[in-house]
């Protein structure tokens, strides 16, 4: 059974930075699509970012140039993904879930909550 875990979610101010991880067991399959979704509440969750094959890199237009998903080909190839968060904003602030994508199959994980506050 595959199982996404995130971590490292934190409060921070205006203009600070934040690194989160995520790492996907159950599965050694390697052609697939890893990345990041966030969601505020009574909102549904948005695309941020997403990393195929472990090669191309995916972005929404609010978070371009200001994250990224480092290609790590040791860590993908782990199922271990990051996304490195700058220049942030308050309206940043939301629960950030990151997923799978085996085939047609998705798994996603419990989310980490991101703060963006003075």
């Known amino acids: 059974q595959v199982q996404v875990v995130e971590s490292g979610g934190d409060l921070v101010q205006p203009g600070g930075s934040l690194k989160l991880s995520c790492a996907a067991s159950?599965?050694?399959?390697?052609?697939?699509?890893m990345g990041w979704y966030r969601q505020t509440p009574g909102n549904q969750r948005e695309f941020v970012a997403a990393i195929i094959g472990g090669v191309r890199t995916e972005y929404a237009d609010p978070v371009k140039g200001r994250f990224s998903i480092p290609r790590d080909n040791a860590r993908n190839a782990q199922n271990t993904i990051y996304l490195e968060m700058n220049s942030l904003k308050p309206e940043d602030t939301a629960v950030y879930y990151c997923?799978?994508?085996?085939?047609?199959?998705?798994?996603w994980g419990q989310g980490t909550q991101v703060t963006v506050s003075s």
């Open positions: 997923y799978i994508d085996i085939g047609a199959s998705r798994t």
């Open positions: 159950g599965t050694r399959f390697r052609n697939k699509v």
